[in-house]
């Protein structure tokens, strides 16, 4: 029972580690503000990680490693702790292997589960409050993920479609990923 409380905490602490630095690498690949109440919450709540590894990797292109590997190292960092927790692998080599496969799936699953959020998010803000402050930063964050969409499906009856089509093709991308490691995952 008390595995089972750490495991929960871990989860829970990992995802929203996870979930920050994504944001954030999402952020400065669409080149959006961080002068605003979430921008400066995700800075203040990252910087801890961000800061050294931007020492490390610096910021060269779109993709901010600086956030991305932290995320990754998170992710299988919170999958080894609950591997031993379980008491899954004795084999040093075969946990490892294990991690890492499941770490870069676990990665992926956060990333892809995160873009529904904020497609779901400004889906919502659309409809009950498009001049929300937060909507021109969720709007940025789901618009090359939209953008594609749109272009080939025009608004049916004034009601843009696309936020709904992108969401079932993130689930079947979710389903697919999660089959490639389903035994480490079921453990999650």
């Known amino acids: 029972m008390f595995a089972g409380l750490v495991i929960l905490v871990l989860n829970a ?3 929203f580690i996870t979930s920050l630095l994504l944001v954030r690498a999402l952020m400065r690949w669409q080149r959006l503000s961080f002068i605003n109440p979430l921008g400066h919450f995700i800075l203040a709540t990252t910087d801890w990680v961000v800061v050294p590894m931007q020492k490390l990797f610096g910021s060269r292109s779109g993709l901010d490693l600086s956030c991305i590997v932290p995320a990754w190292l998170i992710e299988c960092l919170v999958i080894a702790a609950v591997l031993l927790l379980k008491g899954v692998f004795a084999d040093p080599a075969a946990l490892i292997g294990t991690v890492l496969l499941t ?9 892809v589960r ?3 959020m904020v497609v779901i998010v400004a889906a919502v803000l659309s409809w009950v409050n498009p001049r929300a402050p937060i909507a021109p930063l969720v709007n940025g964050l789901c618009r090359p993920f939209l953008l594609p969409l749109q272009r080939r499906m ?7 479609l696309s936020p709904l089509v992108l969401l079932l093709v ?3 991308l979710v389903y697919l990923l999660a089959s490639l490691a389903p035994a480490s995952l079921a453990l999650m």
Do not use: C, E, K, Y
Not at 103 to 110: E, P, Q, R
């Open 103 to 111: 770490g870069s799936v676990a990665f992926m699953i956060s990333l």
């Open 13 to 15: 602490v990992g995802s």
């Open 154 to 160: 025009p608004p049916i009856g004034g009601v843009d």
């Open 114 to 116: 995160l873009i529904m």
């Open 170 to 172: 993130l689930q079947v």
